[in-house]
């Protein structure tokens, strides 16, 4: 049973261009969330889809975008990348339908640097 | 608006010693609070949850925690630490459902660095 993938697992962009990254859901998740991971920070919430739509959403502008797909994989695009935008991209998965009890699986992230 | 506080950027521990990790929180209403771990350049591995019931729980790798309402504290503990707990350790809360409109949105602390050395 396959846990969370991501796509890529690095990237470097330089600033002003525009970013897409990737995630697939462990099997039998429906509810895919984004957290970005600053150097050394905690994991901060960008937002969260549940039947494709955004159903929570974090401090971050609007450069940051997502989507789910029917499949509950899930991209983040981010416009207009800042040097600050520099992180470890983190998605997590859950199965929302039976409750907020159950935990979240993280992938292994993307790391996207901003020159 | 819901908080994690890990006072303790590293903690140092002799392999076979107990060690403790500390959290404290703040959220409205009952928490729902978990600890993750985190190795380098990995993810993060669920290693515990406290949603109702006993306060403390038991989770993988022999750590446990113990919920202490009246202190707001959610610390991770083992009886004997290994090399191989060194690691990164995040806590992390959630609000009720009830209070997110759906989401399940979890708030990390800063995390903490674990070393256990021989």
């Known amino acids: 049973d396959a846990g969370v993938t991501q796509s890529p697992t690095h990237l470097i962009k330089t600033r002003g261009q525009q970013v897409t990254l990737r995630c697939s859901p462990k099997?039998?998740?429906?509810?895919v969330s984004w957290y970005q991971q600053a150097l050394g920070q905690g994991p901060q919430f960008i937002f969260q889809?549940?039947?494709?739509?955004?159903?929570q959403r974090g401090n971050f502008p609007d450069r940051f975008s997502g989507h789910q797909f029917p499949n509950y994989s899930s991209e983040l695009n981010v416009n207009a990348l800042l040097l600050g935008d520099s992180a470890l991209y983190l998605c997590?998965?859950?199965?929302?339908?039976?409750?907020?009890?159950?935990?979240?699986?993280f992938g292994p992230g993307t790391r996207l640097t901003v020159l | 608006a819901q908080s994690v506080a890990q006072p303790e950027d590293q903690v140092n521990v002799a392999e076979g010693n107990p060690l403790t990790v500390k959290c404290t929180y703040s959220v409205s209403g009952n928490p729902y609070l978990f600890w993750y771990v985190q190795y380098p350049n990995r993810g993060l591995q669920f290693l515990l949850k406290y949603i109702t019931g006993d306060n403390l729980v038991k989770g993988s790798y022999g750590f446990e925690a113990e919920f202490n309402k009246s202190q707001t504290s959610f610390h991770l503990k083992k009886p004997s630490a290994l090399v191989s707990d060194s690691a990164l350790y995040f806590c992390a809360v959630r609000a009720p459902f009830i209070l997110t409109g759906g989401g399940n949105k979890l708030t990390f602390g800063t995390g903490t660095q674990l070393k256990v050395e021989l």
């Open positions: 889809y549940y039947e494709e739509e955004e159903r």
């Open positions: 099997s039998g998740h429906d509810t």
């Open positions: 997590a998965s859950s199965y929302l339908p039976s409750g907020m009890l159950n935990e979240q699986f």
